[in-house]
């Protein structure tokens, strides 16, 4: 069984609502992306989004199956809502998926500290 390496960083964390999608996946540690990244803050939900500058954003990493990312697409409503790319992480070698907000902009504010807690 092939495995994918998912960077989450919003409510599919560790003590937030949707960590339980991710019962069967295995928690290889926590992580940050390479500068350039902000999290929106959608209310209920963060998405992450490119944005020049210096910032990261703080989250989890995964091994997840085939069967469990497409539930998380599905959950995460791909590709209306967010969009599945691979990204570069801090300290972590090669691509790994992770979701990219594509709703609407208007009244989303920046998370400043790149650390959803909400």
């Not at 937030?16 to 929106?40: M, W």
């Not at 990312?69 to 801090?90: C, F, M, N, S, W």
Request: net charge negative; glycine share 12%; with cysteine.
């Amino acid at each position: 069984m092939s495995f994918f390496r998912l960077f989450v960083y919003g409510t599919l964390k560790k003590g937030f609502g949707a960590n339980s999608l991710l019962e069967d996946a295995e928690f290889l540690g926590n992580a940050s992306t390479s500068p350039g990244y902000f999290l929106l803050n959608c209310g209920e939900y963060p998405g992450l989004v490119r944005l020049a500058g210096l910032k990261t954003v703080q989250g989890e990493l995964y091994a997840v199956s085939q069967e469990t990312l497409a539930r998380l697409d599905q959950h995460e409503g791909v590709p209306t809502l967010y969009t599945r790319e691979k990204i570069d992480l801090e300290g972590v070698d090669g691509l790994v998926d992770t979701y990219f907000y594509r709703g609407p902009m208007a009244g989303k504010t920046l998370v400043k500290t790149g650390i959803w807690e909400s």
